[in-house]
């Protein structure tokens, strides 16, 4: 098993930026993938960002430029600089792990992202 927690979401100007955290714990081994996925009302939840723990990236077209996903192998955490915020970046972010030799994703709660003035 697997514990997956977010932190760092609030509110925040357009232009503005955030930081999120993610940990993750329990049953960890070393190939694995993480990824923030955001999901606003009415929408289906969509990939954000993902990086492997081998620092593979990935990004959707929509935040190339302005966001950056990074990780600390160590602490098992990744963390989602984001810059440059606009309001249709506004959601509720989570954060998912998923062992490269599984195809069960863990998420966690859910943080929520306002981007408004």
């Known amino acids: 098993q697997v514990q997956v927690v977010e932190s760092g979401g609030g509110l925040v100007q357009p232009g503005g930026s955030l930081r999120l955290s993610c940990a993750a714990s329990g049953s960890i081994f070393s190939a694995n993938t993480m990824g923030w996925y955001r999901q606003s009302p009415g929408k289906q939840r969509e990939l954000v960002a993902s990086?492997?723990?081998?620092?593979?990236?990935n990004y959707a077209d929509s935040v190339k430029g302005r966001f950056t996903i990074s990780r600390d192998n160590a602490k098992n955490t990744i963390y989602l600089q984001m810059n440059s915020l606009k309001p249709e970046d506004t959601a509720v972010y989570y954060c998912s792990f998923r062992r490269l030799t599984s195809t069960t994703n863990y998420w966690g709660q859910g943080t929520q992202v306002t981007v408004s003035s």
């Open positions: 990086i492997t723990s081998r620092g593979s990236t």
